[in-house]
């Protein structure tokens, strides 16, 4: 009997031609998967926001598959960034995801602190309002099982969720994880908090280990020392890598539908062979 559940996938704009080229690859070659939708985010700063248009419009008009564009309150002012989401409307956007977002060249070493734009939104709670006033968006919103890197605690963290909510948000997907104990000791700690929203788990597959040791500790993600000492064990053998990352990310998605997940986002770093194996094989069982 086939897996009840839906999966989106996440694409970032291409900078370069090349990437460009591997970007629509990429596209091609998931999108015979049929992803409940594909997001594309908005660089850090705002600094990929010409792209990030141009790849939802082609998306819209050249595939058959729904674009969700990430918008964000750092690099524009209000008004821009409402006339942005009027335009998207005006295309037949009716989803959208509503971050505060990063500030741009993010050293992942250190902690940059998020900038006010002149005549800016502060919070994604704040951008939010004023999406819903200019049409009836479903708005989905960030959530982070191990607690967003600047919150001094949970209770800070799910109180700035929940402002989100009450603006008008009706999903998160949460930051990429690889322990799910994590995940569910988070949703039973939103439950207490009558927060019942659908929060959709953010799947990272591991496409280079180095790297990622980097990136998870800037973004406050735990790697567990299962995950840790595969790699270790394998560091000179570069060509099973991905096979171990498969099996990997297939483990940890059939333990979360087993305990009820419906629902997958997978962030693809816009490469098809990892997400498309996966992808492929829960499908099959």
């Not at 629509?24 to 594909?38: A, C, D, N, R």
């Not at 960034?81 to 500030?103: H, N």
């Not at 322990?179 to 788990?201: A, H, T």
Request: glycine share 4%; with cysteine.
């Amino acid at each position: 009997m086939e897996n009840k559940f839906e999966f989106s996938m996440e694409f970032f704009p291409p900078k370069t031609e090349k990437m460009h080229n591997t970007l629509w690859k990429t596209i091609t070659k998931l999108e015979p998967l049929h992803p409940e939708f594909v997001s594309v985010t908005y660089g850090a700063g705002g600094s990929t926001r010409k792209r990030t248009h141009e790849t939802i419009n082609k998306i819209l008009y050249s595939t058959s598959l729904k674009p969700v564009p990430h918008l964000t309150c750092i690099g524009d002012t209000k008004e821009s960034i409402k006339e942005i989401a009027k335009k998207y409307w005006e295309s037949g956007i009716r989803s959208m995801v509503t971050l505060r977002g990063d500030p741009e060249n993010l050293d992942l070493s250190k902690t940059k602190k998020f900038i006010l734009h002149p005549n800016g939104y502060k919070h994604a709670s704040e951008l939010i309002l004023d999406l819903k006033s200019v049409a009836d968006f479903e708005i989905t919103v960030a959530a982070f099982p191990e607690k967003h890197p600047e919150s001094k605690n949970f209770d800070e963290d799910i109180d700035n969720l929940k402002r989100k909510i009450d603006a008008g948000a009706s999903k998160a997907i949460t930051q990429f994880f690889f322990d799910n104990n994590k995940f569910y000791d988070f949703i039973n700690l939103l439950k207490k908090k009558k927060i019942n929203i659908p929060v959709v788990p953010g799947i990272l597959p591991i496409l280079n280990y180095d790297k990622l040791i980097k990136f998870a500790k800037s973004c406050s993600a735990t790697i567990p020392n299962k995950i840790k000492e595969i790699f270790e064990k394998n560091k000179n053998n570069k060509n099973n890598n991905i096979n171990l990352a498969a099996e990997i990310a297939i483990n940890q998605c059939d333990d979360l539908i087993q305990n009820g997940v419906d629902k997958l986002h997978f962030y693809t770093l816009n490469q098809a062979s990892l997400t498309f194996k996966i992808c492929s094989n829960i499908q099959k069982k």
